[in-house]
């Protein structure tokens, strides 16, 4: 298994402000995703975080909005930029490992006022 | 690709009664598929997994969920729902293949409510 903590928690923001999301695994994994929940929604994949390279991003999302860093194999940053209300969504960390399930962090609940 | 499909976005069971509910899924290759759950204001917890194994697969809190590749299904159950159980639950595949890619793919939820 692993243990994944993500911090914030939960955050309040304004609008046109950025938040960045940090993800510390207790063990070195090789994938590293980050999914977006939004309000009453499931879950969809922004990007795969890659150790020493750029993220790969899913359709829909972009770099620009998204910035991802990753710079070793038990931490993660996600970065959501220039919030707008629409960024309001429950912003989750993911690690997988072959052959095993994937495990999730608490989350970190954002609220773009 | 694959994909996931939820019949249902709410259920609503009595205390005791049976938990019933339903996934199927679509995939190129033979898939690993997985039941999350998720406790109101909290991140999501594996229930249970198949991974090519046993076709019938036991997860935790009492719950198990059958793999049935004619009707490419994985329905989740219960034989008797408990309070606790109240949360949304999701179905999620992803490819049972070589490789890196353990990227999942949710259905978008089931919530369960049981009522006294």
Known sequence: SAVISQKPSRDICQRGTSLTIQCQVDSQVTMMFW????????????ATANQGSEATYESGFVID???????NLTFSTLTVSNMSPEDSSIY???????????????GTRLTVV | AQSVTQLGS????????LVLLRCNYSSSVPPYLFWY????????????????????????????????????SFHLTKPSAHMS???????AVRKNSGGSNYKLTFG????????P
């Open chain 1, 35 to 46: 999914y977006r929940q939004q309000p009453g929604q499931s879950l969809t994949l922004i």
């Open chain 1, 65 to 71: 909005k998204f910035p991802i860093s990753r710079p």
């Open chain 2, 85 to 91: 159980d109240a949360a949304e639950y999701f179905c």
């Open chain 2, 10 to 17: 709410h259920v609503s069971v009595s205390e005791g009664a």
């Open chain 1, 92 to 106: 989750l960390c993911s690690v997988g490992r072959p052959n095993t399930e994937a495990f999730f962090g608490q």
């Open chain 2, 37 to 72: 759950v998720q406790y109101p204001n909290q991140g999501l917890q594996l229930l249970l997994k198949y991974t090519s194994a046993a076709t019938l697969v036991k997860g935790i809190n009492g719950f198990e969920a059958e793999f049935k590749k004619s009707e490419t």
């Open chain 2, 108 to 115: 978008k939820g089931t919530l369960l409510t049981v009522n």
